[in-house]
């Protein structure tokens, strides 16, 4: 006897969730037997005129008995209700006769499933990326782990957005060869771009129409001039002297006008401006304690074959 119960919850929790629901089901009894004396009424029978007693603004509330069919409704539930109750938890610890769980259920869906997909995502380990970007079948299924695990992010296209990186072009923050993209997806990334603000408005200034002109963009040339200087104080570490960036750090190309940082209706001015007066730090999270290594394995496949779309012009 002693299998049918658990220790899901103390003693005393235990005991009073099951007070609770047989309680609960005595009132309900109560309520259909109280009722079961009266005479119910079908729909095709005529109504009495009978009322109870109350009346507001003459308006009258008549006792009519209640349906048959919700009678027996009523009645229905009581007798499933017994059923469930012996048959699946729900009365405190005790598990139910049939043993069922939640718990179990999902292992066993889970068990299934590894079975199931267990061999093909071995199988697909084993294909160096470049390879297994170019296959179709696999491809499809590691577009639904992508739908499923990044898109939230990345975008459902993989396109990105204001602090998530578009993973369809050739701009990568850590590189977008095989061995970088495990990495990234393997381990996760951490930006780290400092804030200026210390600097003062000025130096803000000219630095922004320094990034500006390394993108050609249209910018002012004194200041942009006087931000060179502090750029090749403050930022060459990271960013390179050229301002192509340092894929080893996540230090963004800042000479190609494609920017990680922009609100939707932010001009890239004002976005470099805000970059350095508040710094950024995007976290890309580790995904192999989520989805295993196989998975990673195919998803970053996934990715990868993102440049073969692109150069199909789809
Ligand atoms: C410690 C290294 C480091 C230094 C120093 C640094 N940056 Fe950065 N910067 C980064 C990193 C890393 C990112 C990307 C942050 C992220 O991924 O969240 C970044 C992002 C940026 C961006 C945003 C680019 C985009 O695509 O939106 C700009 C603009 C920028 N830096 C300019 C500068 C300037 C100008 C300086 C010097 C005043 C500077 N950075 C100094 C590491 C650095
Ligand atoms: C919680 C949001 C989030 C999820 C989920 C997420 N990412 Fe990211 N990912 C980011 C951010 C933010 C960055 C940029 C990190 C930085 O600024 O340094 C990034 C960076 C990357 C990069 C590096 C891009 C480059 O230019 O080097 C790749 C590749 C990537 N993600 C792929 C994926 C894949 C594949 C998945 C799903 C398995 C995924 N991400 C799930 C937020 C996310």
């Not at 005595?26 to 309520?31: A, G, H, I, K, P």
């Not at 002012?220 to 060179?228: F, T, V």
């Not at 192509?244 to 922009?262: C, E, F, K, S, V």
Request: charged share 15%.
């Amino acid at each position: 006897m002693s299998d049918l119960w658990d220790n899901a919850l103390p003693g005393f929790w235990s005991v009073w969730v099951i007070a609770l629901t047989l309680i609960t089901l005595v009132l309900v009894v109560w309520v259909v037997a109280a009722n079961a004396g009266r005479d119910t009424i079908s729909n095709d029978e005529p109504h009495s005129h009978r009322t109870t007693g109350h009346e507001v603004d003459g308006i009258e509330e008549f006792d009519n008995p209640m349906p048959r069919w919700w009678f027996y409704l009523f009645v229905a539930t009581v007798v499933f209700t017994l059923g469930y109750l012996a048959l699946y938890p729900g009365l405190g610890n005790f598990k139910g006769l049939l043993g069922w769980s939640q718990q179990a259920q999902w292992e066993e869906e889970v068990a299934a499933a590894e079975a199931r997909f267990g061999p093909i995502f071995a199988r697909y380990h084993d294909v160096p990326i470049p390879e297994l970007a170019q296959n179709g079948e696999a491809m499809q299924i590691a577009g639904r782990l992508f739908a499923n695990n990044c898109a939230v992010c990345h975008g459902v296209g993989a396109q990105g957005g204001d602090g998530f990186p578009n993973l369809t072009d050739d701009d990568w923050l850590y590189g977008g060869e095989p061995e970088a993209l495990l990495t990234t997806l393997t381990q996760g990334r951490r930006g780290v771009m400092p804030a200026w603000a210390h600097l003062g408005e000025e130096a803000i200034e000219d630095l922004t129409q320094h990034v500006l002109a390394l993108s050609e963009l249209e910018h002012d040339a004194a200041r942009a001039q006087s931000g060179a200087q502090r750029y090749a104080s403050f930022c060459v570490a990271c960013h390179g002297a050229n301002g192509t960036g340092n894929q080893a750090l996540g230090a963004p190309n800042l000479t190609n006008d494609i920017w990680l940082y922009r609100a939707p209706d932010q001009s890239v001015a004002d976005a470099i401006r805000q970059t350095l007066t508040e710094g950024r730090s995007g976290v890309m999270p580790a995904q192999a304690p989520f989805i295993g290594e196989a998975r990673v394995h195919l998803v970053a496949a996934y990715v990868y074959s993102l440049r073969f779309k692109n150069a199909d012009g789809d």
